[in-house]
């Protein structure tokens, strides 16, 4: 049986001391603000709202009628209940992210919507690099040490194999600058998003690897105006909606009423046959 790839119980420990020292959520801020706005473009009323957060009290002050649902490996949703699921950026930790998904259409009613968000494959992409060479270096040897996280070229099946209907993925990157990698790290650990990996290592890191780590990092990405290092976190949208009669559905293969070539305004030239 292949091992969870999150560690579930590091995971809440993180994000609970995060909480309790004041947890830094600007990127959470900002994908909330981003999820008003598309929910304006669907030019949709929603009555029933689900949101599925670790982080209750944002979402709840710019969403007060909705539900807040943990983020748990079985989320806390009722069939058909909602019009309106938002799966608000964890979805990269999940262990089963189709599950999670499909639990979410599950809760949907029929033209009901899924909006989630995760953070995609480019993020931290510096911080994975210059953690790498610094390891191979002084340990000979590689460790996980950055969640691995989905490209955006294999999230539109992910939304089918969930079921659902006009699916949509999409995203955007953005740079925050650091005074250094240490900076960096204090506030991943204030977003509750350090190294949650169930094959991480249990022993101590050599300060050594850190200090190697930092001085690639500088050298390799840092402002060279500035100094301070840049960290890249991708945002991905995946957009679904729960199957309904009225909804765009693909014609059927044969049943065009015109040639491409006529629509195209050019000849149409046969394949060769094979003898």
Same mark, same amino acid.
């Given at each position: 049986?292949?091992?969870?790839?999150?560690?579930?119980?590091?995971?809440?420990?993180h994000?609970a001391?995060?909480?309790?020292?004041?947890?830094?959520?600007?990127?959470?801020?900002?994908?909330?603000?981003? %999820?008003?706005?598309?929910?304006?473009?669907?030019?949709?009323?929603?009555?029933?709202?689900?949101?599925?957060?670790?982080?209750?009290?944002?979402? %709840?002050?710019?969403?007060?009628?909705?539900r807040?649902?943990?983020?748990?490996?079985?989320?806390?949703l009722?069939?058909?209940?909602?019009?309106l699921?938002?799966?608000?950026?964890?979805?990269?930790? %999940?262990?089963?992210?189709?599950?999670?998904?499909?639990?979410?259409?599950?809760?949907?009613?029929?033209?009901?919507?899924?909006?989630?968000?995760?953070?995609?494959?480019?993020?931290?992409?510096?911080?994975?690099?210059?953690?790498?060479?610094?390891?191979?270096?002084?340990?000979?040897?590689?460790?996980?040490?950055?969640?691995?996280?989905?490209?955006?070229?294999?999230?539109?099946?992910?939304?089918?194999?969930?079921?659902?209907?006009?699916?949509?993925?999409?995203g955007?990157?953005?740079?925050?600058?650091?005074?250094?990698?240490?900076?960096?790290?204090?506030?991943?650990?204030?977003?509750?998003?350090?190294?949650?990996?169930?094959?991480?290592?249990?022993?101590?890191?050599?300060? %050594?690897?850190?200090?190697?780590?930092?001085?690639?990092?500088?050298?390799?990405?840092?402002?060279?105006?500035?100094?301070?290092?840049?960290?890249?976190?991708?945002?991905?949208?995946?957009?679904?909606?729960?199957?309904?009669?009225?909804?765009?559905?693909?014609l059927?293969?044969?049943?065009?009423?015109?040639?491409?070539?006529?629509?195209?305004?050019?000849?149409?030239t046969?394949?060769?046959t094979?003898?």
């Amino acid at each position: 049986m292949t091992p969870d790839l999150t560690d579930r119980q590091s995971l809440a420990r993180h994000r609970a001391r995060a909480a309790q020292k004041g947890a830094d959520l600007f990127l959470l801020d900002e994908v909330i603000l981003e %999820a008003q706005e598309r929910l304006i473009e669907v030019n949709k009323s929603f009555t029933d709202i689900a949101i599925v957060t670790p982080w209750p009290e944002p979402w %709840a002050a710019a969403f007060p009628n909705a539900r807040i649902v943990p983020d748990d490996e079985t989320l806390a949703l009722e069939p058909g209940a909602h019009d309106l699921v938002i799966h608000a950026l964890c979805l990269h930790w %999940a262990n089963d992210p189709v599950g999670q998904l499909v639990q979410c259409r599950r809760a949907l009613r029929p033209d009901g919507l899924l909006l989630a968000s995760l953070f995609g494959g480019q993020t931290l992409h510096e911080l994975r690099t210059a953690l790498a060479e610094a390891e191979a270096a002084i340990t000979g040897g590689l460790s996980p040490r950055v969640l691995p996280m989905a490209e955006i070229r294999d999230l539109g099946g992910l939304i089918q194999r969930a079921g659902l209907a006009l699916p949509v993925a999409d995203g955007y990157a953005r740079k925050v600058m650091y005074r250094d990698l240490f900076h960096l790290i204090t506030d991943l650990r204030a977003m509750g998003e350090q190294n949650a990996l169930t094959a991480r290592l249990r022993h101590p890191t050599p300060r %050594a690897l850190f200090a190697q780590a930092a001085a690639i990092y500088d050298q390799a990405f840092a402002d060279p105006e500035t100094g301070r290092i840049p960290a890249t976190f991708e945002t991905l949208w995946l957009t679904g909606w729960a199957a309904h009669d009225s909804q765009q559905k693909p014609l059927r293969p044969g049943s065009a009423l015109t040639r491409l070539a006529d629509a195209l305004n050019t000849a149409e030239t046969p394949l060769p046959t094979k003898d």
